[in-house]
C-alpha cells in the first residue's frame, strides 16, 4: 500500500507558479510510474504529467508543455510538478497518483491503470 499525499496549492494570478509536492510513505515509490491528474468542475478527470519509475520518460499534455515540469527522487519518496505561466484554465483540484509499473521505462496517461491516488490539492488562477 502506498498514501500519497499533495500540498503546494492555492491561489496565483495568471502568468505566476506554483510548485506542487506530493510525499509518499507505506512504500518506496521506485517500483511505481507516476503521475499527475487534474479535475475541472464538470469536466472530467485528465492527465496532465506523467513519469516512469526510472524518471527517464515523461509525459506531459499539449496544454501543459513548456510550462510544467514533472520530477521525481525516489530516494526522498517525493514527486513534484512545477508550473509555471499558469493560466485560468489550469484551474482545478491536482492529484497525485501511483500505480506499479514492471517496465522502469513505462508510463500511461489512464487513470484507471493508476491505484493509488492523494486527495487533492485546490489550484485557481485568477485572471
Known amino acids: 500500500q502506498v498514501q500519497l499525499v499533495e500540498s503546494g496549492g492555492g491561489l496565483v494570478q495568471a502568468g505566476g507558479s506554483l510548485r506542487l509536492s506530493c510525499v509518499a510513505s507505506?512504500?518506496?515509490?521506485?517500483?511505481?510510474?507516476m503521475g499527475w491528474f487534474r479535475q475541472a468542475p464538470g469536466k472530467e478527470r485528465e492527465c496532465v504529467t506523467a513519469?516512469?519509475?526510472?524518471?527517464?520518460?515523461?509525459y506531459y499534455a499539449n496544454s501543459v508543455k513548456g510550462r510544467f515540469t514533472i520530477s521525481r527522487d525516489n530516494a526522498k519518496n517525493t514527486v513534484a510538478l512545477q508550473m509555471n505561466s499558469l493560466k485560468f484554465e489550469d484551474t482545478a483540484v491536482y492529484y497525485c497518483a501511483a500505480y506499479e509499473s514492471r517496465d522502469s521505462r513505462r508510463y500511461t496517461v489512464d487513470p484507471l491503470e493508476y491505484n493509488y491516488w492523494g486527495q487533492g490539492t485546490q489550484v485557481t488562477v485568477s485572471s
Open positions: 507505506g512504500r518506496t515509490i521506485s517500483s511505481y510510474a
Open positions: 513519469i516512469s519509475r526510472s524518471g527517464g520518460s515523461t
